[in-house]
């Protein structure tokens, strides 16, 4: 079979794959990129709601979970997401914060996917869809070998991403060549998941879908102030798939349900002052009636405040503001937003994503072991890391 030669194959047409052979390519380098999928970048299309929340205001190493937390801060220097809106803002990308520095789009993700599809083109970027790749070998150069093709290239950037979404195609392609060539992987879980909670004593929550309240989740010495949602199998919403990202079998998630409150002390004072009131009442200026409803036991429900022990009120308020949890269990890759762990860190230069004992390989994106808050931290992982590379290949 002849062989076709290009400076560059990336592997994975996703965000980090695509900026990156953009980059590369400005830099007059020959590039191809290479995805199994029929389409490029189905998860930008889906990110967001459809609107892409493509990067943060405030973007830090701190946003970041991986082994070395570290690693990220030279790319995110190098290439920022101030670097990423100035490129939106060029292509005339109408933008808006939402909250908490969240940069999406006003109108839809294609805008996003349409600028990186543009900067490949006009960078001449050469992009084949459906491609399966089938071995990969390194002599004097890459030799990748695909159902239809064999191509040879000094750089080989794998950037297939993480896990979560099977249905969208995802694979553990880059972990499997990443070892291949000798580099460790951190072990994978679905990250920005939503946990499951079921069976006893979890019964409580049983008919709360859709009921959201504001809440502090902690697991150790990490929390997020955001808000919670009930689901039909547990518990989901911001404030969730962030500390889900950090919850191991080390130990139990709290979660308060009223931030700011001592909800113990609150209880109490409006015995002192409405003694006649009915607890459910009392808790329904607390929280939404369905939730209210059900925080009180069979017993409680319909006793007046002044005759429930102060005792009692106590535990109320603590099960209020300190409740522990364990899940049991997440609902996994098929609905985690990202993968948390992933190749290994101590292998690749945080210059250049480069492997330090591969030279010509790099390995970007959600593929790496670094992991980001939910709020357009991992876009912007995927646009730094991607430029990283497409600076030196
Ligand atoms: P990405 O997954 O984008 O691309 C990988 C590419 O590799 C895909 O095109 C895939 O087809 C291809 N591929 C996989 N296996 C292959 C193989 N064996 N051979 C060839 N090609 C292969 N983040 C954020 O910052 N803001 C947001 O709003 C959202 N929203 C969001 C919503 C949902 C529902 C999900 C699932 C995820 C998000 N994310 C997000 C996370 C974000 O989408 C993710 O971190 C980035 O897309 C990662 O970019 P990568 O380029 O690394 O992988």
Redesign the pocket.
């Known amino acids: 079979m002849a062989k076709t030669v290009f400076d560059v194959v990336v592997?994975?047409?996703?965000?980090?794959?695509?900026f990156c052979a953009a980059t590369a390519a400005r830099r007059g380098r020959r590039v191809l990129v290479?995805?199994?999928?029929a389409e490029?970048?189905?998860?930008?299309l889906?990110?967001?709601?459809g609107?892409?929340?493509?990067?943060n205001l405030s973007v830090r190493a701190e946003n970041f979970l991986s082994a070395n937390p570290h690693f990220a801060k030279s790319a995110l220097a190098k290439f920022s997401s101030q670097d990423f809106v100035k490129l939106v803002e060029t292509h005339d990308i109408a933008y808006h914060e939402k909250r908490l520095g969240q940069l999406?789009c006003d109108d839809s993700a294609r805008g996003i996917l349409g600028m990186l599809l543009g900067l490949c083109r006009q960078n001449g970027v050469t992009l084949r869809l459906s491609?399966?790749?089938t071995e990969i070998s390194r002599g004097a150069a890459f030799t990748v070998q695909t159902d239809a093709d064999m191509i040879e290239a000094t750089s080989l950037v794998l950037?297939?991403?993480?896990l979560?979404?099977p249905k969208?195609?995802?694979?553990g392609?880059?972990y499997d060549i990443a070892k291949q060539f000798g580099l460790a992987v951190i072990p994978v879980k679905p990250g920005?998941v939503p946990l499951r909670f079921e069976g006893d004593p979890w019964g409580w929550m049983q008919g709360l879908s859709g009921v959201s309240f504001e809440s502090v989740a902690r697991f150790g010495k990490r929390e997020f102030r955001e808000n919670a949602l009930f689901t039909h199998r547990g518990l989901s919403g911001p404030a969730v798939l962030q500390i889900s990202s950090y919850l191991s079998e080390a130990g139990d998630l709290t979660l308060n349900m009223l931030p700011g409150t001592d909800a113990s002390a609150l209880l109490l004072e409006r015995k002192a002052a409405r003694p006649k009131a009915e607890l459910k009442t009392i808790l329904a200026e607390m929280f939404p009636a369905r939730l209210a409803q059900a925080l009180l036991p069979e017993a409680l429900q319909k006793q007046v405040i002044a005759e429930t022990s102060n005792q009692r009120l106590k535990e109320l308020g603590e099960k209020i503001n300190f409740l522990r949890m364990r899940p049991t269990g997440t609902e996994g890759f098929a609905k985690?937003?990202?993968t948390v762990g992933g190749v290994d860190t101590a292998g690749l230069s945080s210059q250049t994503m480069g492997a330090t004992e591969v030279p010509g390989l790099f390995v970007?994106?959600?593929?790496v072991d670094v992991t980001?808050w939910?709020?357009?931290?991992?876009?912007?992982?995927?646009w730094s890391s991607?430029f990283a590379a497409g600076s030196v290949a």
Do not use: M, P
């Open positions: 592997i994975g047409a996703g965000a980090a794959g695509l290479l995805d199994h999928a490029a970048g189905a998860k930008i889906i990110s967001g709601g609107r892409c929340n493509f990067t999406f491609q399966k790749v950037a297939t991403g993480g979560s979404i969208l195609g995802a694979t392609f880059t920005l985690a937003e990202v970007i994106g959600e593929a980001g939910l709020g357009g931290y991992n876009f912007q992982w995927a991607g």
